[in-house]
């Protein structure tokens, strides 16, 4: 931290707990508990339960785990992989070039997601790419949603990439694909890494997109949340809330792992 007195230092940590517990940890704090509880006594949970969780790792609940799951994997391996070539070409383009690339791949973030939904929806309706009704309009809707972070993220890590082991490289004689694929790549797979798990992250959490898109039979775990919660089902939406958020949380850990061994080569 930057401040050097003991009394700063314990004033910043006392300013962020009062900031921190009220906003983030409480909130969660409060759905864990309502999922384990079966109805309110006073201002907080009781009747402890594990009912709930039985409920949400099996049948639709699970079904709808895997669609999350299945959903996020898509589209964050499409998001990252558009999202580096567009920041690799775009390092290649200039300074203008750059931006116009960078405000394009901006575009669907500047918008609220259900515009983005709703894009989708009217775009892919009609032949030849009929797609509405399918669990492909889901996964490109996601991808779309995501793949801007991916390329900003990896933009960012191009832009702080020392040129000289490249050039050396080259000077040895390689060839630009070598160059690419043995030595560019491999010094951008922590950020690559980081990428993915924001993708994944936010594509098990969207929800008003996917709302407008998703068919019967591809309902995503957040889409379950809603309803159940919507229905008025407070303790099984917590629970599956809990499920969501414990699946995500594991991926990102992986995904952590793999990005501090890679930052070790």
Known sequence: ???HSRTGRWTAWAAFAVLFV?????????????????HWSGALPSGPTTGHYAAAVRGESLRALTTSLVTALAASAVALAAGTWAALAG???GRRGKRILDA???LPVAVPSVVVGLAVLVAFSQPPLLLNGTRWIVIL??????TAFAH?????????LDPMYEQAAAGLGARPSYVLLRVRLPLLLPSLNAAAGLCFALSMGELSATMMLYP?????LPVLVFTATDRGSLF??????????????????????IRTRASFR
Do not use: E
């Open 1 to 3: 931290m930057l401040v």
């Open 22 to 38: 009220p906003l983030f940890a409480l909130p969660l704090l409060v759905i864990v508990a309502a999922s384990f509880a079966t």
């Open 91 to 93: 390092a290649a383009l």
């Open 104 to 106: 394009l791949f901006m």
């Open 141 to 146: 809707a996601h991808t779309v949603l995501v």
């Open 152 to 160: 900003q993220s990896v933009s960012a890590a191009i832009q702080r």
């Open 216 to 220: 019967p039979d591809w309902m995503p």
């Open 236 to 257: 099984t939406g917590s629970a599956l809330a809990v499920v969501l958020m414990t699946t995500t949380l594991l991926v990102l850990l992986a995904v952590s792992r």
